[in-house]
């Protein structure tokens, strides 16, 4: 409805008609015959001013009522019709027929230092349930790499850098549906190889970043739900699912709130372990070979979950092409059956992937008790509270 404005007829009434005597041709007749005819006057003009008076009321009805039809034909409905959590959730639908373009074929990519919210979900920003972010000296990469470009609004990914080497590991993931619960099971050892790690002292990108930091195994079981039903976003934490190389995926900031895919630097799979030992990836790992938008790559703390952005040739979605959480709804493949839902999408550019939950997290395997939605721990009064990756401060990563 236009902002609920409606056009109101202000009526003017005319003077009051002054009765002009007549000469009548009798004295007793006369004045009766002249007050009957002002009474037909004054009762004209009454019955006109209800007339009109309907009338303005009759088009303002009309002025309300068009609108509201329209919605029930399928119309867009007003702001303040708020719709449901589950309409909300699954309002952008992929396009089978669009060209989404290829935005970042060229390799330059925005840098998202600093863009999360605490107040509720936003597009292109992540939606953190802490902003108790660390300083930038604690934060991972202590130099900003030749990379940047542009007054340091994009990045080059043609030019960053990554960590040397390639190390063999030895994997094991298992994922199993229980209960109607999906049961990841990982010692988060990737798939594929990764970079030497501590960063040797002759690396050259150790002048950039020199994560001192060793991969380890884990001992890591995720118990999602099996049937996520999409509803309004929540807040993440560090930690917001596991890819199906086997390894945790984090939020695209690092422990500073700066752009991770930026900043850090990580091997040739774009993976790096925190202080912990635990290998992540913040990005699109290149190492995830079938990065297509309808297969399954990897679960998101809550459930739905995760694909590559590729379309088709040329044709690759980005943040623009999806909701506040980073997600959309088309046809995917899961557990060997075609079926449309809603899923998250991991993106070359930031956020790179889930920056809000659609539906009900668990916390991260191996955070304390009480901790919950992948977020990091509250801390009790008079402890100072953790990094946002619910990390010891140093170092991070």
Known sequence: MDGG????????????????????????SGPKHHIHWWMIEAVSVVIVVVVVAMAAWQLGRGSIATPAANRQAGSTPSPSAAPSSEAAATTLTLSATKNYGDKYANGLLPVGDSKYTTSGSKKGYVYVCNANFVPAGQAGAQNRGPWFTNNNTQYDINKKSHIAGSVSWTPSLSVTMSGGKRVITTNDLPDHKTGVFPVAASDPSRAYDANPNTIKSQSLTYTLDGAPKAGDPSCVGGEVGVMLTGVALFDGFDAGGRDAGAWEIQDGCDGHPQDKGEYHYHTLSKCITTATVDTVIGYALDGFPITGPKVADNNILTTDDLDEC????????????????????????????????????????????????GGAPTPPPSVTPPPHQGLPPTPLR
Not at 5 to 28: C, L, S, W
Not at 326 to 341: A, C, F, R, Y
Request: charge should be negative; hydrophobic fraction near 25%.
């Open 326 to 373: 980073h997600g959309i709804t088309s046809q995917i493949t899961l557990d060997g059956k075609k079926v449309t839902m809603y899923h998250y999408v991991m993106t070359q550019d930031f956020p790179y992937s889930v920056s809000c939950f659609r539906g009900t997290a668990i916390k991260a395997p191996g955070l304390p008790e009480g901790s919950g939605g």
């Open 5 to 28: 404005k409606h056009k109101r007829y202000n009526e003017a009434m005319d003077e009051p008609i002054t009765p002009v005597p007549q000469d009548d041709p009798g004295e007793a």
